[in-house]
């Protein structure tokens, strides 16, 4: 389990071809070893998500969790959570993150919610959540 506190967490859906690209390209680029990673499927997001008020079932949303178990937790949410996770990359990740952020939030999570609606058919989905490499296993939260 992760520290209270401690890093941001990436809820994703483990099965889905999109979400797990994301996580390579996050753990590519994520220099300060800063992200952690939970597939919505898990007790872990469910309990997270039920902190909220949310359900864990609904795939089509990326989370990131901040100040985990503190009682500032905070749930950034589809569009708000990719531009949180761009500002934190790097420079021109950060750049591309404010730029994001210009737009307005109903058109960023529009657009959220086309790709969100095709990711499957696009990117493909797996039958099970795939594991990480054994270097960045310990990143990755209540996983079988």
Same mark, same amino acid.
């Given at each position: 389990?992760?520290?209270? !506190?401690?890093?941001?967490?990436?809820?994703?859906?483990?099965?889905?071809?999109?979400?797990? +690209?994301?996580?390579?390209?996050?753990?590519? +680029?994520?220099?300060?070893?800063?992200?952690?990673?939970?597939?919505?499927?898990?007790?872990?997001?469910?309990?997270?998500?039920?902190?909220? !008020? &949310?359900?864990? !079932?609904?795939?089509? @949303?990326?989370y990131l969790?901040?100040?985990?178990?503190? @009682?500032?937790?905070?749930?950034?949410? +589809?569009?708000?959570?990719?531009?949180?996770? &761009?500002?934190? &990359?790097? @420079?021109?990740?950060?750049?591309? !993150?404010?730029?994001?952020?210009? &737009?307005?939030?109903?058109?960023?999570?529009?657009?959220?919610?086309?790709?969100? +609606?095709?990711r499957y058919? @696009?990117?493909?989905?797996?039958?099970?959540?795939?594991?990480?490499?054994?270097?960045?296993?310990?990143?990755?939260?209540?996983?079988?």
């Open positions: 389990m992760p520290a209270e !506190g401690g890093n941001p967490i990436i809820l994703y859906d483990g099965v889905c071809g999109l979400c797990n +690209r994301l996580n390579q390209f996050v753990l590519k +680029r994520d220099k300060r070893d800063l992200f952690r990673f939970a597939p919505l499927q898990s007790k872990l997001a469910a309990a997270i998500l039920a902190r909220h !008020g &949310l359900r864990a !079932g609904d795939l089509d @949303t990326i969790v901040q100040n985990f178990k503190q @009682t500032n937790e905070k749930l950034l949410s +589809r569009s708000d959570a990719i531009v949180y996770v &761009l500002s934190q &990359l790097g @420079t021109v990740w950060r750049i591309a !993150g404010y730029l994001f952020r210009l &737009l307005p939030q109903v058109a960023r999570n529009w657009q959220y919610a086309l790709v969100a +609606r095709n058919r @696009t990117f493909g989905k797996t039958e099970y959540c795939p594991l990480p490499s054994a270097k960045d296993r310990d990143k990755f939260l209540d996983i079988a």
